[in-house]
């Protein structure tokens, strides 16, 4: 199972949020710049992770990020597979559709790894995955003003 280029950045992003400060809101540019990421690409994680309620955002002077007790709470298996949806790892159908279709076992047993991939990712929530030693990383990862 390969993860989409948005399910990294946006589970990347909540580990970041994870570890800042109560007072601390970075804005995108900010986590988009120390997870070395296109702002614009994280500008569209963020959008999607406001959604979900995983994150609030605030405009204007004074806002930024901050990562929400579901967010921090929430399961890493449950946010994986809202992220990348219910897609099956192959198609039978389409344009060209399979000549085995009717009599494959392949789909049926990539679904069932795909589920255990999940499984596996369930018990595991965005606080599991910033304790030590990848919390103080993401910290170190954080621009400092000026003098600290």
Same mark, same amino acid.
């Given at each position: 199972m390969r993860l989409t280029r948005f399910t990294d950045l946006a589970l990347r992003a909540v580990m970041r949020l994870a570890v800042t400060d109560?007072? =601390?809101? #970075? &804005? &995108?540019? =900010?986590v988009a710049d120390s997870m070395a990421v296109p702002y614009a690409h994280?500008?569209?994680v963020v959008t999607r992770l406001q959604h979900l309620g995983v994150i609030e955002a605030r405009r204007g002077r004074g806002g930024g990020l901050a990562l929400t007790e579901l967010g921090r709470q929430s399961s890493v298996g449950w946010l994986t597979r809202t992220l990348e949806g219910d897609d099956?790892?192959? &198609?039978?159908?389409?344009d060209t559709p399979c000549p085995l279709r009717t009599a494959c076992r392949l789909r049926g047993v990539l679904r069932q790894a795909q589920e255990a991939f999940y499984r596996t990712l369930d #018990? *595991? &929530?965005v606080a599991d995955l910033v304790e030590s030693p990848t919390g103080p990383v993401l *910290? +170190? *990862? +954080?621009p400092r003003p000026p003098g600290d």
């Open positions: 109560q007072d =601390e809101t #970075p &804005t &995108t540019r =900010e994280m500008a569209k099956e790892v192959v &198609t039978c159908e389409g #018990p *595991l &929530t *910290l +170190s *990862l +954080s």
